[in-house]
């Protein structure tokens, strides 16, 4: 049996991988707030709670779904000491665990993800590290085959860099997608205007790589657009973002 320590997106996620597991029914959910617990568990027929002393230390597998900065915290209010412990974080170390639990490692979920997304149409690969399993390897084998059939294992040096650069290409593109939509809102237009740009520079990338793909003024050194463009913006924030971009792309295509 395992049990669940959060109910946000990637416990959420896991939850609805295990559904109808044998070997890894989840018993119990965990949350600081009882109604996200409550909303998760029920969902699975597991016990919910807010209460860290209500963990039972006969399940076989612990899995923290928590914030990176919760961890500390939630592992010291553990009054026993864990078989077997995972955390899903993409870059708090392994050794946090250690401490608390007799084998433990790392299943991070390479993925964006939400609560109320559909999971069935999201592939997630996950990046495992798990050196110091020992005699639970097996089982934690055996979870992570169940969770994902995408999994590779590395380093806790590799899965820091995995995890920056999932920040560049999801968090950071994002956080692009965003300065679009507000101007063209400006304009009376809305992301819909770009998603044929956005879904075919994505699709571009399954034959060219990033470097061969990039186009735009920047990568043409075209300097009276590039000019053009950053006057158009208002936001000394958004002139700042566009001159470092384009001074990185620039550099990188080299004319």
């Known amino acids: ?3 669940l320590v959060g109910s946000g997106n990637v416990a959420s996620w896991v939850a609805y991988r295990l559904a109808g597991s044998r070997e890894f029914a989840i018993g119990q959910v965990y949350s600081r707030q009882i109604a996200h617990a409550r909303a998760l568990a029920d969902r699975i027929g597991a016990e919910a709670f807010d209460d860290l002393r209500r963990l039972d230390p006969a399940c076989d597998v612990f899995l923290f779904a928590l914030r990176d900065d919760a961890y500390p915290g939630v592992l010291r209010d553990i009054p026993f000491r864990m078989p077997l412990a995972l955390h899903t974080a ?3 170390p392994q050794r946090v665990l250690e401490p608390y639990a007799d084998s433990y490692g790392v299943v991070y979920p390479l993925q964006t993800l939400s609560r109320t997304m559909d999971f069935s149409t999201v592939r997630v690969p996950l990046c495992v590290e798990g050196d110091r399993l020992g005699e639970a390897a097996d089982k934690a084998s055996r979870l992570v085959s169940e969770l994902s059939d995408l999994h590779c294992e590395m380093s806790g040096g590799q899965r ?3 995890h920056l650069a999932a920040v560049f290409a999801c968090n950071f593109t994002n956080a692009l997608y965003g300065i679009a939509e507000e101007l063209l809102k400006k304009e009376g237009f809305t992301l819909d205007l770009l998603m044929p740009l ?3 520079t994505l699709d571009k990338l399954g034959t060219l790589s990033p470097a061969e793909a990039q186009t735009g003024p920047a990568a043409r050194h075209d300097t009276v657009v590039m000019g053009r463009q950053i006057m158009a913006l208002e936001d000394p924030r958004l002139r700042e973002i566009y001159t470092a971009l384009s ?9």
Do not use: P
Not at 247 to 255: E, L, N, P
């Open 1 to 3: 049996m395992i049990a």
């Open 198 to 200: 956005m879904r075919q």
């Open 247 to 255: 001074d990185y792309i620039m550099a990188r295509s080299g004319q």
């Open 90 to 92: 993409g870059s708090v």
């Open 160 to 162: 820091a860099v995995a």
